[in-house]
């Protein structure tokens, strides 16, 4: 677990900004070269209203970076682990691909890559984090909708955006201290959360 004083990356999506260009998930599979049909990022759609006042609803997913993440839990050979800044991350030295990590994610947002038998996910792009870099699906969003930053350091933008503003994790209610918020979720969710959706890549 990580002391309030030690750094936790953490991401906040505006969905007030979001306009579904798919960019990020696009950028996220150069950086990740990502095998077909497996993304560690994308955007949910779907319709919302009725005819003619129809609109678009668009959610960005991602893994949520849980502090008490339940595929942590589950590895049998403690393949996946906090690393730097708390971000989730797979050791695939480690990794059997038993898929039981998958089946523990809430969020679906863990694959098996079947052409190497590893889990797959985001990371946060935790290479670039140390090195000074936005995640590649920040840094590519064209309306500005994501940002990047240190949770724990009260003058970072997340956590300004955060104070400032409704900033809800999904699936709170199960307790998992997620570093993943979105501003507009509420609006976003008033009808829940539909089954039937377009998985931009998924």
Not at 170 to 188: F, P, Q, R, T
Request: aromatic residues 6%; negative net charge.
């Amino acid at each position: 677990m990580l002391a309030e004083t030690q750094k936790r990356y953490g991401m906040v999506i505006d969905l007030r900004k979001c306009v579904g260009c798919h960019a990020c998930t696009v950028a996220c599979k150069m950086e990740h070269s990502t095998p077909e049909k497996c993304f560690n990022t994308w955007v949910e759609e779907w319709n919302v209203g009725e005819y003619p006042k129809v609109s678009g609803a668009k959610l960005p997913k991602l893994c949520n970076h849980c502090l008490n993440a339940p595929c942590i839990d589950v590895c049998p050979t403690d393949a996946t682990y906090h690393t730097i800044g708390g971000a989730v991350v797979i050791d695939e030295e480690k990794c059997i691909g038993c898929g039981a990590c998958a089946n523990a994610c809430p969020y679906d947002a863990r694959y098996i890559n079947e052409e190497r038998n590893k889990a797959g996910k985001c990371n946060f792009c935790i290479q670039r984090a140390e090195a000074g870099l936005l995640p590649a699906c920040v840094s590519t969003c064209i309306s500005h909708a994501r940002y990047f930053g240190d949770l724990n350091d009260p003058d970072s933008v997340v956590s300004k955006l955060i104070s400032e503003n409704k900033a809800e994790g999904l699936k709170e209610e199960l307790g998992l201290d997620v570093a993943v918020y979105y501003i507009g979720l509420d609006e976003l969710l008033k009808d829940g959360e539909p089954e039937e959706v377009f998985r931009g890549g998924k």
